[in-house]
Structures are given as structure tokens and as C-alpha cells.
């Protein structure tokens, strides 16, 4: 324990004691590659566009499997205060759904996500 903290406690200090050095480029320059940079992006914004579609895709599925966990403490409920009521079996399907079924695809559309990114049709 005393030996990694001295390690990153060194390893702060030498961070801090040698900044890197920054150099500045000069307005001519940046007045030079202005027109190169703006056709670049012109090039990339399909594939940009295509990238942000596809993560904002995949971050609703995400958000609604992190939604669909809020299913367990429901059935639960049904479970037990709906027992007399004839719902403890909607309650179990709500309990393997909310604790079971969301969790794992929530993991797996989180792993999957860099697919999305790059625009891949993955349908989980």
C-alpha cells in the first residue's frame, strides 16, 4: 500500500514538475489549412451523421432497459400486496423481467454500442 501510493505520488509530481511544452500556430498557417479542414468535414458529415443516429439509437435501447429494471420492485409488489387479488403470477413474470431479462439486455446493448456507433443493424 505504501509502496504504489509513493509510486503515484512520484509519478503526480513529475507530471506536474516537466509540463509539456505547447507551441502555437500562427494565424497565416491556420488561414491556409482553413479551406483543406472545411472540405474535410464536408467529406466526413455523412459519416458523422451516420455515427450520432446510430448512438442515439442505441442509447434509447439502453434507456429502456434501465427503465425495464424498475419491472422487479413492481412484481414484488404484485407479488405479495396482489397475492389475494390473483396476481402473484403476473407478478412472478414481472420479477424474471425486471431482474432477470433487463439486466442482461441491458448489458448487452451497452456492449453493443460501438456497433451502433459505426451504424451496424444489430436488432436484440
Known amino acids: 500500500m505504501k509502496r504504489s501510493f509513493l509510486t503515484v505520488l512520484v509519478v503526480a509530481v ?12 500562427d494565424p497565416i498557417t ?22 450520432a443516429v446510430g448512438t442515439g439509437r442505441g442509447m434509447l435501447k439502453i434507456g429502456k432497459d434501465a427503465f425495464e429494471i424498475l419491472y422487479l420492485p413492481y412484481g414484488l409488489g404484485e407479488m405479495t400486496i396482489g397475492a389475494p387479488f ?16 433487463a439486466p442482461t439486455r441491458l448489458l448487452l446493448h451497452i456492449l453493443i454500442l460501438p456497433a451502433y456507433m459505426i451504424g451496424a443493424q444489430v436488432n436484440i
Not at 32 to 48: F, G, Q, S, T
Not at 86 to 101: A, S
Open 86 to 101: 390473483k396476481r402473484f403470477r403476473r407478478g412472478l413474470v414481472h420479477v424474471v423481467r425486471g431482474g432477470v431479462v
Open 30 to 51: 491556420m488561414a491556409i489549412l482553413a479551406p483543406v479542414a472545411v472540405k474535410v468535414a464536408e467529406a466526413a458529415k455523412p459519416y458523422v451523421i451516420r455515427a
Open 14 to 25: 513529475a507530471m506536474t514538475a516537466f509540463p509539456p511544452k505547447v507551441r502555437a500556430m
